[in-house]
């Protein structure tokens, strides 16, 4: 398996500055009609067609390349473990969109530790160092020992 990370996070990293120029930009519920005049005089894609082709351009796009492995002779059985990061990831990333006072300290969060004040911020940057830190060093110790014998 060689996968090509450096695909992966352009991908990522180009949905991220999409999704954060939609933000930065200001748009609206009030700004989903609008679309502007291109430069040959004809009329732009709506704001809705461009907010609702973020998602479904890549859902579609997922199917093409299901197709494409299975041509490939590389389809796969199952979404291994990294492929289920990312979703989980994802979907932790996806939580964090619009969330305000990502630096302020709340207790009651995690059901393991109730009194525990902890920030989004440190909850995040938590399972990031868990990645860095503790994750990788340990698989590569593991693999290294293995090739060891």
């Known amino acids: 398996m060689k996968t090509n990370w450096t695909l992966i ?8 500055d999409a999704c954060e120029a939609v933000e930065t930009n200001g748009v609206t519920e009030d700004n989903r009609g609008d679309s502007f005049i291109t430069d040959d005089g004809t009329l732009s894609a709506t704001m809705w067609d461009y907010l609702q082709s973020s998602f479904t351009y890549p859902e579609n796009l997922s199917y093409s390349v299901v197709r494409a492995r299975h041509l490939l002779d590389s389809s796969k059985p199952y979404t291994n473990e990294a492929g ?8 932790l ?19 393991h530790r109730p009194n525990q004040e902890e920030s989004l ?7 990031c160092n868990w990645y860095s830190d503790w994750m990788i060093p340990g698989v590569e110790k593991i693999m290294k020992r293995d090739e060891e014998g």
């Open 9 to 16: 996070r352009k991908l990522m990293n180009s949905a991220i």
């Open 93 to 111: 990333a996806a939580e964090l969109v619009g969330a305000e006072d990502t630096d302020t300290r709340v207790s009651g969060v995690d059901p």
């Open 84 to 91: 289920r990061t990312l979703m989980a990831v994802g979907r």
């Open 121 to 127: 911020e440190e909850m995040i940057t938590g399972l």
